[in-house]
């Protein structure tokens, strides 16, 4: 089964212990922020965190206070996620690189967390958010250096359904297997993508970085096909396989080695959740066509052959012994 939903509650605590188990819930999710309740005595918050794969789902409630990420605390480095915003109650104010924008119920926020920002909350607001590794949307074509903040809407179009799955994804959280949460991590980025890329606020609707994004997805949606190739792609895509060469090679790959890492984290993913399936199961069905060749690549990725892991699944060997 998946991750347990944990839950931190103020309430009970002095007002400056208060801060400090608020802080240190904040850490532990996605970095270090100093916290201040403004003119109030004491601090009232309620958390309720779980995880979906890779994906931080939380839900908020917070009395009136200042969030900040500091440029001293930027500068220590950290804080490698994009936070998806949804503001479900009350008014918030953010700021970062000096953009201001107001949030109200029905709004959307992405933004990414390790550049210095506030958000100040003058009264009782709640919030859902989803904290999304970097490294996450980059494998789909996302450019850390060109994320700035976007506000968008929840109420209606992408924007509400991406609304609705996030609030879905964490009440069913616990209830998803290992395999199925990742599917459902999967799928909870690719919405949370459409109403930013219907905003334009990080992909462009033409050029490069837009044909890069169809390439990722077409690559993913036949990652199990043994015949996927550029040939597939291109043709697909109605664009040259030079070209393509060019936007993968442009980020420091190949096609042929995004292909084979997309499909080995996928094998381990398996060989870790799924108890029933032998090393050869999982190979062939993401695409490889033979188990020595997936044995050899899965060794030099990870450094430990497959069958050491589908063994510590059985109770076996311990997968974190490197095989010579």
């Known amino acids: 089964m998946s991750d347990t939903v944990r839950s931190l509650n103020t309430s009970g605590f002095t007002p400056k212990k208060q801060i400090q188990v608020w802080s240190d819930t904040l850490t532990d999710l996605c970095g270090h922020f100093d916290i201040d309740p403004l003119e109030a005595s004491t601090f009232e918050g309620r958390i309720n965190y779980t995880t979906v794969s890779k994906l931080k789902l939380c839900q908020i409630e917070a009395s009136q206070h200042r969030l900040a990420h500091t440029a001293a605390s930027a500068a220590l480095g950290g804080h490698p996620f994009i936070k998806i915003l949804f503001q479900t109650y009350g008014i918030s104010h953010f700021e970062q690189s000096g953009r201001h924008i107001e949030l109200a119920p029905g709004d959307?926020?992405?933004?990414?967390?390790?550049?210095?920002?506030?958000?100040?909350?003058?009264?009782?607001?709640r919030h859902e958010v989803v904290i999304v590794p970097k490294e996450l949307l980059q494998e789909r074509?996302?450019?850390?250096?060109?994320?700035?903040?976007?506000?968008?809407?929840?109420?209606?179009?992408?924007?509400?359904?991406?609304?609705?799955?996030?609030?879905?994804?964490?009440?069913?959280?616990?209830?998803?297997?290992?395999?199925?949460?990742?599917?459902?991590?999967?799928?909870?980025?690719?919405?949370l993508l459409l109403p930013l890329r219907d905003a334009d606020?990080?992909?462009?609707?033409?050029?490069?970085?837009?044909?890069?994004?169809?390439?990722?997805?077409?690559?993913?949606?036949?990652?199990?096909?043994?015949?996927?190739?550029?040939?597939?792609?291109?043709?697909?895509?109605?664009?040259?396989?030079?070209?393509?060469?060019?936007?993968?090679?442009?980020?420091?790959?190949?096609?042929?080695?995004?292909?084979?890492?997309?499909?080995?984290?996928?094998?381990?993913?398996?060989?870790?959740?799924q108890v029933g399936k032998s090393v050869t199961d999982v190979a062939f069905s993401w695409g490889f066509s033979s188990s020595s060749h997936f044995s050899r690549v899965f060794r030099e990725h990870f450094g430990i052959v497959p069958s050491a892991i589908h063994k510590a699944q059985h109770g076996g060997l311990s997968p974190d012994i490197s095989c010579e």
């Open 201 to 273: 606020a990080m992909f462009d609707r033409v050029g490069p970085e837009a044909m890069y994004v169809r390439a990722h997805f077409f690559i993913r949606e036949h990652l199990r096909d043994p015949d996927l190739s550029i040939d597939q792609i291109s043709a697909a895509l109605g664009c040259t396989k030079r070209y393509l060469h060019m936007l993968f090679s442009d980020r420091g790959t190949t096609i042929s080695d995004y292909i084979r890492h997309a499909r080995l984290q996928n094998c381990r993913q398996e060989l870790e959740t």
């Open 141 to 191: 074509g996302f450019r850390s250096a060109k994320m700035s903040a976007c506000k968008l809407s929840a109420r209606t179009g992408t924007g509400r359904i991406a609304y609705n799955f996030v609030h879905a994804a964490f009440d069913e959280a616990t209830k998803l297997s290992p395999n199925n949460a990742i599917g459902v991590a999967d799928s909870l980025i690719d919405l």
């Open 108 to 125: 959307c926020l992405a933004y990414d967390v390790s550049c210095p920002h506030t958000i100040v909350s003058p009264a009782l607001t």
